[in-house]
């Protein structure tokens, strides 16, 4: 690799010459914006521990009213990016939000896609597009760009749960906001009821729903027991996984990023290979260790952490009796969309 030419290698008047011009020379910085093999990650290997933000997060919600809040919520920040950035990766956004009984989270609806995984607590309920969904333990509800979404809790304890949204990117772009509505009023069905069946989907008078986003929650209980009967099925199936989907289309669920349930038989060690896009891990059950690069991660339930993409994970059920279940949320919608998408083994 040949050395390029530096900053300093030019003289000061012609330096200042180009900034006049609002010019940068090139060379001086090609190699940092495109290093040789493997690209620039600021994205670094973090871990989250719910058992030590649970507190804080519980603190939160003494300390601030949900009416000085919107959304009560501590992000999951990678040092890598920055705090204050908010990033989880370049194009992941990470956070815990806590809901107290009786606590309204406003209507709203807003350019850039969440989905919400449910940690703890139940009687709450999130309101997409008219749908109420209520929140239980390892439920994934979308709440896809553009669509109004409200959250309520008619429990007793604090409810918790993982957002995860592409707002990184969607600021990235210059396309991230807002809009404030008013409660929304309920309609009749539910996805979740509707396509409770893989393999079958409504079509009343021959005709199937064309809509975007079916299905809005995806219960835990379902999703459980797919991996249960999949690993089942196939005993010699070494990565028993599946992928949140559009049930009309079997697309991904959402545009931007991607979502999956990954089951880890008793004392499994799951090799994940080197792929482009960042990586999230959450655990739902059991008891996990997560190899990322030359770091390590004990994780809890409750707990999730990151890897930047073209970096193997290593997963491995510390339960030699039991299986573990994880969450996945990735980028790989988006670098497939963009013909960036690369698996190195
Ligand atoms: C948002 O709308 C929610 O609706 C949660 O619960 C977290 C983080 C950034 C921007 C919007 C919610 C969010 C968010």
Not at 47 to 76: D, F, M, N
Not at 200 to 212: A, Q, T, Y
Not at 260 to 282: D, E, N, W
Request: net charge negative; with cysteine; hydrophobic share 35%.
């Amino acid at each position: 690799m040949n050395d390029l030419g530096r900053l300093e290698d030019l003289p000061q008047d012609y330096r200042d010459a180009l900034a006049r011009q609002n010019l940068v020379p090139l060379w001086p910085g090609l190699r940092a914006v495109m290093p040789p093999q493997v690209p620039t990650r600021h994205t670094r290997p973090t871990h989250w521990a719910y058992q030590a933000l649970r507190p804080l997060l519980l603190q939160a919600g003494e300390l601030t009213p949900i009416e000085k809040a919107e959304r009560r919520v501590l992000v999951l920040a990678n040092p890598g990016h920055g705090l204050e950035k908010m990033q989880a990766s370049a194009a992941i956004y990470l956070g815990m939000q806590l809901l107290m009984p009786g606590e309204w989270a406003p209507s709203h609806r807003h350019t850039p896609n969440a989905v919400r995984m449910v940690v703890e607590g139940e009687g709450s309920w999130t309101t997409v597009d008219g749908e109420k969904c209520p929140m239980s333990r390892g439920d994934l509800i979308l709440t896809p760009t553009g669509l109004w979404h409200e959250h309520g809790h008619d429990g007793d304890q604090p409810v918790i749960w993982l957002d995860v949204l592409d707002l990184p990117l969607a600021y990235y772009l210059e396309t991230s906001y807002h809009i404030n509505g008013s409660r929304q009023a309920q309609r009749e069905g539910h996805g979740d009821r509707a396509y409770a069946r893989g393999g079958v989907v409504p079509s009343p008078l021959f005709e199937r729903s064309g809509k975007r986003y079916p299905m809005l929650r995806y219960p835990w209980a379902d999703t459980r027991a797919a991996l249960e009967t999949l690993a089942q099925d196939r005993p010699a199936l070494e990565a028993v996984q599946v992928t949140y989907v559009n049930p009309e289309t079997g697309e991904d669920a959402e545009n931007i990023l991607g979502f999956h349930a990954l089951m880890l038989r008793p004392g499994q060690t799951l090799r994940l290979p080197a792929r482009s896009p960042a990586s999230v891990y959450h655990l739902i059950e059991g008891a996990v260790e997560a190899s990322i690069a030359d770091t390590g991660f004990t994780l809890a339930p409750g707990d999730t952490c990151c890897a930047p993409g073209y970096t193997g994970v290593t997963l491995r059920n510390r339960q030699p009796d039991t299986p573990s279940f994880v969450f996945v949320a990735d980028e790989s919608p988006l670098h497939r969309k963009l013909g960036l998408y690369e698996d190195r083994g």
